[in-house]
């Protein structure tokens, strides 16, 4: 490159001309990729997920609801799968903070209070049943989702039964899958299975915590 310059200045001498200026090379695509879309078309996702689910989702539908053509779509992701890949391993890398209250029933239940509240969201409360009724049809859905869950909630609750058993709360060889079933087991099985439209009673996740707590403690 230097080379080239040098040559350019010496034959603009010659010449009397000024030199010239080598040419500027345009920034990659990805480059140029404004982050501000991108979170746009990633919100717009979710909205189109819980209005017609993923086999109906368009990246047309998607592009209307983000305010952006296709090809903004399309520069950022091959496809609408590729698109729901990408935000459900996003959201598993954000992942919840493990509490850290020194006390396991604590700990547990402001887990469940974070996680209700994320599970009956309605824009959740569309999204997650049929993205799993979708991952029985489609082996990446599947283990993407599956990735989520190990990334995600287990990686917390996996946080609560360690440091609970340092604490000496719980045995210290405790069987850690069996822990983070009786943790999070309940919960989803009300809020995404049986899907309970009602506001949950009145302290049932400190009665869930508390008997979480004790079965853990019974391991």
Known sequence: MLVGMTANADAADASGAPPRRPRRRAPAGAAVLREDVTEAIRAAVFEELA?????????????????VGKTAVYRRWRSKLHLVLDLVSAVAVQGLPVPDTGALETDLWLLYEVTSRALRHPVAGQVIPDLQAEAARNPEIAEALQKALREGQQGVASGIVRAAAGRGEIRADVDEDLALDLISGPLYWRAVVVRTPKKLPKDYLRGLARATTAALKAL
């Open 51 to 67: 209005a017609v689910g993923y086999a109906r989702m368009s990246i047309e539908g998607i592009a209307r609801r983000a305010g």
